[in-house]
């Protein structure tokens, strides 16, 4: 089936991540999704291994459903075509700072003179009202200052350190692919796109302090921030006598069954410590303590066949290397292996929505460079003559 977001028309003017991450979600929904590429290509071509130049195994990963127009911006003629793209287009995405795009004759007010009921989508760094707006950002610097990297020191009782993953990232796309679709929503309402600016700082400042902004929510502020419970040190994967194993004893019914399964049967009713959520908050440390030394008595084994007999949450701890054999994902088919045209056998994974009317199907794999350059200036009504003057002055580049 094509997907709920089949006919939509995408112009990707992103690169890196966050912009790419938001994209692929278009496109595996059933966008079409150009993604228009510098002659150079996207730099992230060249992350990690790789079968052949400028195919990065992170590109293929973020770039799924996508096909690849080469096109020089910068050249009168390269930014020419992108207009008469954006003619048709009901969206173009973009994380080029918004100043950059000006001087190429690319704003929003531009494209919106060009086609009105384009949503024109911009994820930023920043909020461009305030004093940051003009700085450039990445997920490191976005980790920094939204305080996750301190945080982790608060935990760890060491230095700053950044969360092992492009986590702002992967938050700011997956707003800005809600935020795209709310204006799509509102275009079919009002007949007219609109602007959206979806800035990574102000997204995960709002993201983090949903946890952490505690007591400081009040006026005046009550105690220094932080949720407690995931702020202590012994909130880890707990050490069994043969590896670690991940569970969350959380409301009173699931402590009042995890007590009953391992000989607590009086905790709750006689440690006020552990009478409540409440208590058991205040006292998270020593809960989590107490937790810590009981489940060295098991092994990995019987402490999963114990608390799934219990009804209680627990899973094993994955490696890069187990994920990839966990029976859940198996079994759901959530990885599969794709025939790429060039790289050829590669894994590949599942959207993770489900859609009862309309589920997608699996679409085309990530594009080279300038793949499909030839089909989508046909596309737009050029004649051949035309296509081979824009590969000549340079301002295409074919695959």
Known sequence: MPGPLAGIRVLDLTTVLVGPYCTQLLAELGAEVTKVEAPEGDVVRLIGPARNPGMGCMFLTINRGKR?????LKHPEGRAVLLRLARTADVLVTNIRPAAMARLGLDYATLRAVNPRLVYAAVLGYGQDGPYGPRPAYDDLMQGATTIAALNAKVNGGEPRYVPLAMADRITGL??????????????RGGEGQLVEVPMFETMVSFVLGDHLSGKVFDPKEGIGGYGRLLSPDRRPYR???GHVCTMIYNDRQWRSFCAAVGWPDLVSTDPRFASHATRTTHIDEVLGMLAA???TRTTAEWLELLEKADLPVTPVHTLESILEDPHLLATGFFSTEEHPSEGPVTRMAVPMRFSASEPSPRRPAPRLGEHGGEILREAGMAEEEIAALVACGAVRMG
Do not use: C, H, Y
Not at 68 to 72: H, I, P, R, T
Not at 175 to 188: K, T
């Open 175 to 188: 707003a800005a692919f809600g935020a795209i679709n709310a204006a799509l929503v509102q275009r079919e």
């Open 68 to 72: 690849s127009l080469a096109l020089d």
């Open 240 to 242: 069994t006598k043969d």
């Open 294 to 296: 009981e489940f060295l």
